[in-house]
């Protein structure tokens, strides 16, 4: 989706944004060095879903192993499970997000020296 504009804060914040645009810009993870994070999306992140087949795959996966994993590990190594789970993903997402960013960076001073 890309970095909203500021605009669309701008809207969102005087009121005339809608609740996807306020749950797009506040509750959703940006990578750190944006101008839209905020410290407490690394928690919210975890309860976000992109749609509603997002929504359902999730519920699916969690009617399906999370009865056996809780039974498993109980009820608080279950939760602190999830959010290790979360945690790694956040890390994982911001590793390939840098990665990418240093590869469009070579590629793109590749292009500056070598130009077609």
Known sequence: MGEPTPEAYGSLLSGQ???VDWRRLVLALFYPTSEYFRPFQIVTHLFMHASV?????NMFGLYMFGSPL????????FFILYFVAGF??????FGVRYWEM????VAATMMEMYPL
């Open 102 to 105: 240093q590869q469009a960076g």
């Open 17 to 19: 944004g809608d609740f």
């Open 70 to 77: 809780e039974t498993y590990y109980g009820a608080r190594k």
């Open 53 to 57: 087949g997002h929504i359902f795959f």
């Open 88 to 93: 790694g993903a956040l890390i994982l997402h």
